[in-house]
Structures are given as C-alpha cells and as structure tokens.
C-alpha cells in the first residue's frame, strides 16, 4: 500500500536553532518528492520537488535530501526563524499522476522565542 | 508574484444545500485543481481540469461534485446537496504544466461548514 509517514509528528525548537524532519515512503514506482509548508489557515506553498536522480536540494535555508533506495526524505531548516512555525508537508507521487500524489500528514514545527 | 485567489473564505450552508466555491489561478496557468482537508487530518486530492475538462479525479469526487471554469478567470467547484462530512477547507490550486513534477500554487482556501 502506498503510504508516506513523517516524524515527528510536532516539534518545538528554540528561535535560531536548526533542525530535521524525516519522512518515509512506501509509494511504487517513485516519481518525486516534494515538500510544502503550510502555515495555519493557509494554504501549502511548495519549497521544493525532488526527482529520482536528485539527492539534495535547497531552497534557502531549507534543505531537503532524498535517498530513494531507502525510500526516505529529510527536511533540514537551518537556523529557525518564529515565521518557520507551520505545518511540513511530505508529499510523493508514485505516477506522472496529481491523483497518485501521497500526502503524508505533517510535522507541525513550533519555534519559541 | 501572482496569487491563487479563492472566495469566500468562510461558507456556512444548511445541510442539503448547494455550494459553488470560486477560484481565481494565476493567470498564465493552465492546469487547475481542488484539493480538500478535512480538520486535524491530510490533504486529499478532489480533481484536476486542463482544456475545459476533467483529466483526473479521485474517489472522493463522485456525482456530488462538479467543476467548471466559466469564463477566462474563474474555476468554480459546486457540490450538491451537502452533507455534515463534507465539512472541510477546500483548496484550489494551479500550476503552468499538468505533469505531478511542477509546483503547483495554492489558495489560502474555503472553509466550508455544513449545518
């Protein structure tokens, strides 16, 4: 069954700090990867799309890794901001097909003062 | 930069009632799509349209549903007959290509609540 699981589910760190959220999938054949972030009551802004070929990418200070012979993904943001406080979002398609698109649930990311 | 725009951004119906969600994509896109997110819970792909027409859809998306872009701007969403579980935020989102490796751009959403 395709699924993709993330973790943690909810993460609260300090303003400044970095940290890392892992996402693992299960969804066959592999198409690409990508990870939105979705802050409360908007809508999913798209920060990156990774094919098989590609192992990292950044976009700002977010980087984002894939490893598709273990079928994982980790999202590193780097030195947080409070406006990094959102909902990140997983998100693997298993076809050229939105409909195949797997929405994993979310790593809720808190960053205190 | 260009938004996805979306109206209104609350809607409170009556059960059994019809809703039409509005939708505005950026301008030089060509794909379209509605995605819904029921409260606490993922994001579930509805349906996609490209040249006045529906080229996927989900499960969820059956007789109750419906697209249609009326003129150049808009793309609407109507659902007949609403039911309490149809309760949920409902993006509409676009992007310039159809193929699943393009970004697509979201609007901040509908809330819609079923009495």
């Known amino acids: 069954k395709n699924q993709v699981e993330q973790s943690p589910q909810s993460l609260i760190i300090l303003e400044g700090k970095n940290c890392t959220l892992q996402?693992?999938?299960?969804?066959?054949?592999?198409?690409?990867l990508r990870w939105y972030k979705q802050d409360t009551g908007r809508g999913p802004v798209s920060l990156t799309i990774?094919?098989?070929s590609e192992n990292t990418k950044s976009n700002g200070r977010y980087t984002a890794t894939l490893d598709a012979d273990t079928k994982q993904s980790s999202l590193h943001i780097t030195a947080s901001q409070l406006s990094d406080s959102a909902s990140y979002i997983c998100v693997v398609s298993a076809y050229d097909s939105n409909y195949q698109l797997i929405w994993g649930a979310g790593t809720k990311l808190i960053i205190k003062p | 930069e260009p938004e996805v725009t979306q109206t209104p951004s609350h809607q409170v119906t009556q059960m059994g009632q019809e809703v039409i969600l509005r939708c505005v994509p950026i301008s030089n896109h060509l794909y379209f799509y509605w995605y819904r997110q029921i409260l606490g819970q993922k994001v579930e792909f509805l349906v996609s349209f490209y040249n006045n027409e529906i080229s996927e859809k989900s499960e969820i998306f059956d007789d109750q549903f419906s697209v249609e872009r009326p003129d150049g701007s808009n793309f609407t969403l109507k659902i007949r007959s609403t039911k309490l579980e149809d309760s949920a935020m409902y993006f509409c989102?676009?992007?310039?290509?159809?193929?699943?490796?393009?970004?697509?751009?979201f609007g901040d959403g509908t809330r819609l609540s079923i009495l």
């Open positions: 996402c693992n999938y299960t969804v066959s054949p592999f198409s690409n």
């Open positions: 990774m094919t098989f």
């Open positions: 989102a676009s992007s310039r290509q159809g193929s699943s490796n393009q970004p697509q751009h």
